[in-house]
């Protein structure tokens, strides 16, 4: 134990941190499981997972020895050499998606960046200049970098920054006609789609609707890349959130929850790209980096059938108590990752302050509360959560 307080931390933060979040009063000091403790001893129970990335809870054994050996072994080497944890982790990834390869980056917005570097130079090896344009949804979020910035379909990411990045355009969700008239205008090379909206409020797209995409995109050659940053690893009930509607992208991003707590970021290609990007066409000085992929191989190798089975069941089940909640219009989502609409007069950003002094750790997304626990979490945790809401709501 060491004497650091609460407040010390705040300070120094508020010192010298730059301040661009809102953070909630509470400074973290270590976890276990989906258990996590402030400097002060006080134990919350954690439906955050550091936002969809802890996806075995905090400080796994298995996670923990894997990174540990590697940390101890070889931590860091430039992409000059081959290294293991990458080249066994990028295996894992195309058989669980039936793509082809892997590049590995360290962030989602970097995965993003990647994936449209590929759908450009796709575009531009086969038709020339002019059809650059990348589509994505307007509700999107696709990152913070210039130009993902540019790909997130939400006005108030296009403030302050200007230029931003050109050759993006945004389509509203699940309206089929809109995106077929402006893939009519040709100048398209991709889509880029989160099926289930996560910072967008945890909104679902429509089945019919993503079906319809991928046949216009054939019909265009316009390539389907899917940012399952969020919904990707198992969060959703399946490896991947797009296996559950029949789709065969691309493209798809990967970040969050890959690595078990470490940064990590890739984009995986398709029989169609996997050729794209050539020698020193892409790289990155950490992705790729021999500790995060060995953290990621862990994460990798405890997501089987059954465990997927279980992260259906446990979401269903939270699903079902919080449609059960007073004050609680609608649930959203997939799985592990939940939205939770309120009738007018309740504010999730309230709500999650008044559980953060309860004990209990939530999200917000827009306006809805937003559930994004380990996916380790028990019954008898996810039971507590949902009385500690109760509570809250009742009050
Ligand atoms: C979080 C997120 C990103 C950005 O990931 P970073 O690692 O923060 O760059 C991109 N897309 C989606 C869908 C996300 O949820």
Known sequence: MTNTTSNEIKQLDSD??????GRFNLALSHGKGCQVWDFEG???LDFTSGIGVNSLGWADEDWLNAVVHQASSLAHTSNLFFTEPSSRLAKKLAEASG???VFFANSGAEANEGAIKTARKYSHDKYGKDRATVLTLVNSFHGRT???????????FHQHFFP??????????NELRALETRLGQKDVCAIILEVVQGEGGVCSLDHEYLQGVQALCHQYDALLIIDEVQTGVGRTGTMFAYQQFGLTP?????AKGLGGGLPIGAFVLGEKVQDTLGKSDHGSTFGANPVSCAGANAVLTKIDDTFLA??????????????????????????LMIGVEFEEGTKAADVVVKCIEKGVLFLTAKTKLRLLPPLIINDEQIEKGIAVL???LEA
């Open 99 to 101: 793509l082809k390869r």
């Open 310 to 335: 279980e992260v259906k069941r446990k979401g269903e089940k939270l699903q079902k108590a919080l449609a059960a909640l007073p004050k609680v219009k609608s649930v959203s989502g997939l799985g």
């Open 42 to 44: 006080n134990e919350y």
């Open 146 to 156: 210039i130009s993902t910035l540019s790909a997130t379909g939400q006005e108030v």
């Open 16 to 21: 010298y941190i730059a301040q661009t979040y």
């Open 390 to 392: 109760k509570e809250v």
């Open 250 to 254: 691309d493209i798809i991003t990967l």
């Open 164 to 173: 931003f990045t050109k050759g993006f355009d945004h389509t509203p969700a």
